[in-house]
Each structure stands twice: as C-alpha cells, then as structure tokens.
C-alpha cells in the first residue's frame, strides 16, 4: 500500500491504494486498465488470450500469463477485479484466484453477474477470509474518456479500500455502495432493464419516421435536433445520430439484437416482487422477435383468422391466398 497525491483540474487529493490486478482485457477491461495506468496507478493484467496481455504491456501495465503469475506480481492486501462475462466464468475465473491469495484479499467482480450469484460467491468467498465486492459497471466503450459509473454491493471497509480507484475510474459522482453483497448487481441489473426500455423507444421513433412517406424525413437531422435542447436527448441518442451521420437508414446493420440475460433477470425480477414491468418487458420481448426469421405466432394467427374468417393468407413463396368463402378449406381449396 503507499500514498499518492493526485491533482485533478480543481483540486488534489490523497489516496493511500493497493496494486491492483486484472482478469479480463475485453472492451471493458481494457479501456479500465487504461484508465487507471493513465491516472498513475500501477496495474498488472491477465488475459486468457495471450496476444491481449502482450498487448497491453506496450501501454506500461504489468503483463501476468496466469493467475498465478498476477498474484505473485501484487501486493498484499490484493485487489482483483474481474471483467469477464457473467455466469460459470466468473465462477471458474474465482475458483482458479482462490488458491493463489492471501486472507484479507478483495475479489471485485466488475461484470453484469446476476445478484443472486454475488450473494451466493460472497457467502462462499467470505468464509474462505476473502472479501467480493459485487461492483456493476456501466459506460461502455465511452467510460475510459469519460469515466464510468460503478454501483456496488459488499462490506463497506472492503470497499472504501477500492473507493480510490473507483475514484479515479468513475466520472465525478458516479460510484456509490448501495448495501450488503448483491446490492450493486440488483442496481446494475435495474439499470440495464431501463436502458432495454429506452433502446427500444429510440428504435420504434426512429422506424415511425422512417416510415413516414408523406415527408421522406432526414434520421440524422431529427437526432441531431433532438440531442440539442430537447427532452430526449441523451447520449443513447448521440450514438444514434453518429450512427444515422454514417449510414442515414443503418443499411449496413442486421436487425437482429443480442443480449438478453439482464433484461431477462429484471422482468424476473418483477414477477417475484409482483412489481410490474411492461415497458421492459415489452423490450425483452421485441428483442426476441428480431432474433425469428418467421414467426410461427404469425403463421398460427393467420391460419385460424382463415379458418375463421375466411381472411387471406400470404403463401411462403410470397403468393397470396384470396379469402376462402367457406371456412375451414385449406389454401387448394380441398377439406
Ligand atoms: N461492453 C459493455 O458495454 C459492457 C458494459 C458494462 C458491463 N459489461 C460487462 O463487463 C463484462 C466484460 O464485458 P466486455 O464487453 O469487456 O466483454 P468482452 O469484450 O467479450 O471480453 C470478455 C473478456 O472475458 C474473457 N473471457 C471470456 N470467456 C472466458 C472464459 N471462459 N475464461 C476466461 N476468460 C474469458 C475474454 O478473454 P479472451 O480475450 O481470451 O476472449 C475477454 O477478456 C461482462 O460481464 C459484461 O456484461 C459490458
């Protein structure tokens, strides 16, 4: 551990802060360790790939080629943070740690792990004498210039020890403990359902003013509009009007969208409190249906609207089927 004086643009302050190490060099964890190593601090870096850890050593950070190697090359007390995907990853990454550390020593798991989990690895981790800390990490790619914002769960002492590099990471004002284990990643989990919501809005504007043949409207232009003094603005909406500035009706991007488990954890989330949720429910399902090259649910409505109505049913082949005048014919015509 050792002191450091650092000078932001309108004041100074002093960090007493351990080395810290880090699991995972993805788009997340490499911009962090960035962040930190531009900011003085000393870091030192795994990676499963080894071309990632050689090439974060250009940048003056540490390169460790196991987990072994990066805790011999910290000092006690250890901080580790771990920014890989969520899940038995994460599990596997602690498992493989465990044996290589000291009592006393921080895991912090960076990711978007569900928070039932974190409860779960921090009962495990602190009878072992370790501390987690569930520390949900939201930004994106923009964090490294702009800074993060960290919401975390875990023993407060065990987190005023990081405080000094969430500090350091975070834009001004954007970290916070929330509460016991669990507590960062419930915060995180409700944060990324908002944000499935908000997506959501965006896409469905931006397609009714794609739609709109009476004015042949200008996307970019209404973003650029609207991200200037409107109540919409944010910066969701900047990345749309960059995106719209590149390729005005984002002909070069499929419509289909990934992710899904934070939307999902949330929406569960609201059925066990009875809370209900169905804007980001609505979101969860419409990234669902982006995922379909048909819908079997469509082809279900449009055979009983036939049977029942007689209404005309589009054929696979793109033909069309003229409304039967007797119900329950199929498309031949022949019972
Ligand atoms: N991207 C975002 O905007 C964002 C924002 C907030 C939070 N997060 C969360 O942050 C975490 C990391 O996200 P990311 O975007 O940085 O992911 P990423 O770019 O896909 O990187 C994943 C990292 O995890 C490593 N990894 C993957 N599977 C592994 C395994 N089985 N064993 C060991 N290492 C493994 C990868 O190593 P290799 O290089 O060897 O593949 C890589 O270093 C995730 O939990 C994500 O949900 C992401």
Redesign the pocket.
């Given at each position: 551990m050792r002191t450091v004086v650092f000078q932001f643009p309108h004041r100074f302050e002093v960090f007493s802060f351990m080395h810290v190490g880090f699991v995972?060099?993805?788009?997340?964890?490499k911009h962090m360790v960035l962040r930190l190593k531009a900011h003085g601090f000393r870091v030192a870096a795994f990676?499963?790939?080894a071309e990632?850890v050689k090439d974060i050593e250009k940048n003056g950070v540490t390169g460790a080629y196991s987990l072994s190697e990066l805790c011999q090359k910290l000092e006690s007390p250890r901080v580790v943070w771990i920014?890989?995907?969520?899940g038995p990853?994460v599990d596997?990454?602690i498992e493989r740690l465990v044996p290589h550390l000291a009592k006393g020593d921080i895991i912090v798991d960076?990711?978007?792990s569900y928070y039932k989990d974190s409860i779960r690895r921090a009962a495990q981790l602190k009878a072992q004498g370790f501390h987690y800390l569930d520390i949900g990490?939201?930004g994106?790619?923009g964090g490294e210039r702009h800074g993060y914002c960290f919401m975390a769960g875990g023993d407060p002492k065990a987190y005023a020890s990081v405080e000094p590099m969430l500090k350091v990471l975070a834009a001004p004002g954007g970290h916070g403990l929330f509460g016991p284990s669990g507590a960062g990643h419930f915060v995180k989990m409700v944060h990324n359902g908002i944000e499935y919501a908000m997506l959501q809005s965006y896409g469905e504007g931006f397609e009714l003013l794609k739609h709109s043949s009476e004015f042949k409207l200008d996307l970019h232009k209404a973003a650029h509009v609207w991200n200037r003094g409107s109540v919409i603005r944010s910066w969701l909406l900047e990345l749309a009007e960059e995106a719209l500035q590149k390729d005005g009706h984002l002909e070069r991007i499929g419509d289909s969208i990934g992710g899904g488990s934070t939307g999902e954890w949330t929406v569960q989330t609201g059925i066990e409190q009875k809370t209900p949720t169905p804007m980001i429910s609505t979101a969860l399902n419409a990234r669902y249906a982006t995922r379909q090259s048909e819908s079997f649910a469509g082809k279900v409505v449009a055979a009983l609207r036939q049977g029942f109505g007689g209404h005309e049913v589009v054929e696979k082949d793109g033909g069309s089927i003229a409304p039967t005048p007797a119900v329950g014919k199929t498309k031949k015509g022949k019972p």
């Open positions: 995972g060099l993805g788009r997340m964890g990676n499963r790939s990632k920014m890989v995907p969520a990853t596997e990454m960076g990711g978007n990490t939201s994106g790619l």
